[in-house]
């Protein structure tokens, strides 16, 4: 069985509307640890179901996105706060100190980068999961062949290629063929935000063993 991206924490993180809620909770939160909420408000500030945040709540806590109380008032009706976790520092510190401006990795139609946007979408997240950890970085990739490898289809590599691009992940390169000219993909190694995806994927992945510990 070949890379599966689902594999890689940092592809998780901001999947689905929970997930990718409490992220942007995070980010637009003005103190971290935020202050209490009983998981009613918690999930009107995410804007899920009950159901939906049943089925990430313990996910979301061994990630580092979540604390539970744990108090005796508490035993029957958890409260939960955004907690200041490696997971939720580096999620802060990037999108506080970074200029897309100042990258110049980075395409200048990109004005703001916002992690839970760029991740949001499976298909993208998926594709970006395999260049951090199963492209080869000395090879360039048509899209053809990227759409062989890589555990996305053609659809989703022509759909979301040039946003990776755009945001310096990969960059291209013009490559000839007899009188044909086509573009290849190669990964970026210097991205500042593949590298800040690679933090992050190892901050996630540390905090969930040591929680499995416990």
């Known amino acids: 069985m070949g890379f599966d991206p689902d594999e ?11 997930f990718n809620g409490l992220t942007r909770l995070i980010l637009d939160s003005t ?15 995410i804007g899920v ?24 008032e508490s035993a029957r009706m958890p409260r939960y706060r955004l907690p200041e976790t490696p997971t939720v520092q580096i999620l802060r510190s990037f999108h506080g100190e970074y200029v ?15 992690l839970p946007d760029l991740m949001e979408l499976n298909g993208r997240a998926r594709l970006i999961g395999w260049f951090l950890a199963a492209a080869d970085p000395d090879e360039q990739y048509s899209i053809s062949k990227m759409s062989d490898v890589a555990p996305v289809g053609h659809t989703t590599v022509r759909n979301h290629i040039d946003t990776l691009v755009d945001y310096g992940i990969v960059t291209t390169h013009e490559t000839s063929r007899g009188s044909q000219t086509y573009t290849t993909y190669q990964f970026n190694p210097e991205s500042t935000i593949a590298a800040v995806l690679y933090d992050l994927n190892e901050a996630v992945a540390n905090q969930r063993a040591a929680y499995y510990e416990q």
């Open 8 to 18: 890689l924490p940092v592809v998780t993180l901001f999947r689905g509307k929970a």
């Open 31 to 45: 103190e971290i640890p935020s202050e209490w909420l009983r998981a009613k408000e918690l999930r009107e500030a």
């Open 49 to 72: 179901s009950s159901t939906a945040f049943q089925n990430v709540r313990d996910q979301a806590v061994a990630f580092g996105l979540l604390e539970p109380s744990t108090d005796d």
């Open 100 to 114: 897309p401006a100042d990258d110049p990795d980075v395409s200048d139609d990109v004005t703001e980068v916002r």
